[in-house]
């Protein structure tokens, strides 16, 4: 009988993972399947700027930030099963409306919806996660969780450029459809809801507001500092306007008693440093995301297809190194994995500016950087999220890991906003090497200044005596 009860709470526990998994498997495939086809959303919309078209990268990004903290507390209050439902319907929603969309305004609008439910699916998926194991195995679950987002992302560039090929940039909106259709039926043979949190108070939707505005601000004037001119009125106005509403919402959450940013937290060195890592990591990575395909399909001339194909090596690469970093991570502590990790990917995105070179050849100086890049991937991305919540409270989780998502979007936001500012001068078709040049050096001392943050980690990770000794 108690065999029988084992294997049952074990099956559950598995397809519980798998279903969650998938949620935020497509929400941070979003973040990267859109890349690969932002050339040929380019060439069907000829008339709109690469900088009203980086907002199809950019609203995404800013609406998934801005609303994950308060997503992540109407789940508490109408449990997280029910939120992880409506977030992937809506999501499905966006993705039908940018498959469908005339027009680029359409498609920023689809995106936004995107946002909007993707910023549902997430925390409430990491809720029900970890509802469903024991305390002393939350550890190592929150690796694996933020290891499928890595994979989603890494590997989105690949998948998008084979549907491209098989029927256009509208299908990469499609694929999300089928994959919320199954994450649906199954989530309805394991998903347990969660409590619901009571409360008379409600959560500081101004605060929304204005965190979303101020964030949207400053990424308008960044990406239209370059055209439109850094001493232009509406420029000025945009980032004036960023900093009112960054102040006004930093008072509202040091003195709302259900703020959307839990200012406490800060107080806690390695959750400070882990967010700071990780904003300045996503400027880094989210640019070279979008610059690389840039690069392969402007300056290299290479196909969608081609150029899929071609950044496929650091995907696997991230897969294979993952798994063994969490290990090291839980061993000797986060700081030295962190340290080690960004390092090795300030190098590998280095070398694409060193060894790259205006003419094609793949095998000997975009494969061995490509390598490089993996390899700092895979020791960092799922170890930032890890770390982010490691010396929290069991209680603390949801909201810690929303914070710092929060972080990783709003990062790659700005990080968009400066590649279009470093691209400025280069041609949609015949790409300008020297700007790529500027980018791929900008990113490399990005990935530097984050490992800087990183050293700040703790020396330790919590071992699971700790946390279960935590949990009780």
């Not at 809506?90 to 940018?98: E, P, Q, R, T, V």
């Not at 081609?306 to 700081?335: H, M, W």
């Amino acid at each position: 009988m108690h065999k029988n009860s084992s294997a049952s709470r074990l099956k559950t526990e598995r397809l519980t993972f798998f279903v969650t998994a998938l949620g935020t498997y497509m929400a941070s495939l979003d973040l990267s399947i859109v890349n690969i086809a932002f050339p040929s959303i380019e060439q069907s919309f000829p008339h709109d700027s690469r900088a009203a078209l980086s907002w199809v990268v950019s609203g995404y990004t800013i609406i998934f930030g801005a609303l994950l903290v308060s997503a992540g507390r109407y789940g508490d209050r109408s449990g997280r099963r029910r939120t992880f439902y409506l977030g992937l319907v809506i999501f499905s929603l966006g993705s039908a409306l940018c498959a469908l969309a005339p027009s680029v305004v359409t498609v920023i609008l689809g995106r936004v919806v995107q946002g909007l439910g993707a910023a549902a699916l997430l925390p409430a998926s990491l809720g029900l996660l970890l509802g469903a194991f024991s305390p002393e195995r939350r550890s190592q679950v929150v690796t694996l969780w933020a290891g499928i987002g890595a994979l989603a992302v890494a590997t989105g560039p690949t998948l998008g450029a084979g549907l491209i090929s098989l029927g256009g940039w509208r299908l990469v909106f499609v694929v999300n459809i089928p994959i919320a259709i199954v994450a649906l039926v199954l989530g309805r043979r394991c998903l347990v809801e969660s409590e619901r949190l009571v409360s008379t108070i409600r959560p500081d939707y101004f605060g929304v507001v204005l965190v979303t505005t101020s964030i949207a601000s400053v990424v308008f004037g960044i990406s239209q500092g370059a055209s439109w001119g850094w001493t232009s009125r509406f420029v000025l106005s945009a980032f004036a306007l960023s900093l009112v509403s960054g102040y006004w919402f930093i008072r509202r959450s040091m003195n709302h008693l259900q703020p959307v940013v839990d200012l406490s937290l800060f107080r806690i060195r390695s959750f400070s440093a882990a967010n700071a890592a990780t904003f300045l990591y996503a400027m880094a990575f989210f640019a070279m995301l979008l610059g690389n395909i840039l690069f392969l399909t402007s300056v290299w001339h290479f196909s969608t297809l081609d150029a899929g194909l071609s950044i496929t090596p650091t995907p696997i690469v991230v897969a294979l190194v993952s798994g063994f970093a969490g290990k090291v991570a839980r061993r000797y502590g986060f700081r030295i994995v962190m340290i080690f990790g960004s390092v090795i990917y300030a190098c590998g995105l280095a070398s694409f500016g060193i060894f790259a070179g205006g003419v094609p050849n793949y095998l000997f100086h975009w494969l061995p950087s490509s390598l490089i890049v993996g390899v700092g991937i895979g020791s960092t991305f799922p170890i930032l999220s890890a770390a982010a919540v490691a010396d929290l409270s069991p209680s603390d989780f949801g909201v810690g890991s929303a914070l710092n998502q929060t972080a990783r979007q709003i990062g790659g936001a700005v990080g968009v906003a400066i590649l279009v500012v470093i691209l400025a001068g280069s041609s949609r078709r015949s790409g300008n090497f020297g700007n790529f040049q500027d980018l791929w050096w900008y990113e490399s001392a990005t990935a530097i200044a984050s490992g800087v943050f990183g050293s700040f980690l703790s020396s330790r990770s919590r071992s699971h005596s700790d946390l279960k000794a935590s949990a009780d």
